[in-house]
């Protein structure tokens, strides 16, 4: 049996769901102008590395087909194509600062972010909706779901390429 990728760390990560259960100074490196959701995922994390590592270890240069299905398919997010040092898994990469970086896309009907931080020895990941229209409050909610679950393994297997990459060297 193969040992789920994420080592164990699961059980220390912590969550929290709705904008009002986020930092403010998190919230506030959102690009959008409302939240209408909001989830934050926190990992304790030893190993040296920046956000955009980590981002590219969650998610890749370019989106996997499961994350092409969700992102374009059932979102109708709008990706970039190819690798770019512009962008992360076909998210554009709108802003960054000190131990930040912020992922940004759109489809017609609602807008997104992806945050991540590393800051004090933990690596967060932080997701902001607004809905541009009625039917991301229909899609999203069920949709939602499915993303809480699967966030845990994409910290998972992104702390074990980060973790690989600091033993090599």
């Not at 997104?112 to 991301?136: E, I």
Request: charge should be positive.
């Amino acid at each position: 049996m193969t040992p789920h990728p994420d080592n164990g760390r699961a059980a220390a990560m912590s969550s929290a769901v709705g904008a009002q259960n986020i930092p403010v100074s998190l919230r506030a490196l959102s690009s959008l102008p409302d939240i209408d959701y909001a989830d934050l995922f926190t990992l304790p994390a030893d190993a040296v590395a920046t956000p955009e590592q980590w981002a590219r270890a969650m998610f890749g240069d370019v989106p996997s087909p499961g994350e092409r299905f969700i992102w374009r398919g059932l979102l109708g997010l709008r990706l970039s194509h190819g690798r770019s040092p512009d962008t992360v898994a076909g998210w554009r990469i709108s802003g960054r600062g000190d131990g930040w970086i912020r992922l940004e896309t759109a489809s017609w009907f609602l807008n997104a972010n992806l945050l991540v931080q590393v800051s004090g020895g933990r690596v967060s990941l932080a997701t902001f909706l607004h809905y541009d229209r009625l039917l991301g409050r229909l899609v999203w909610p069920p949709l939602s779901a499915v993303h809480r679950r699967l966030v845990p393994r994409v910290f998972g297997v992104a702390a074990a390429k980060i973790d690989r990459h600091v033993t090599r060297g």
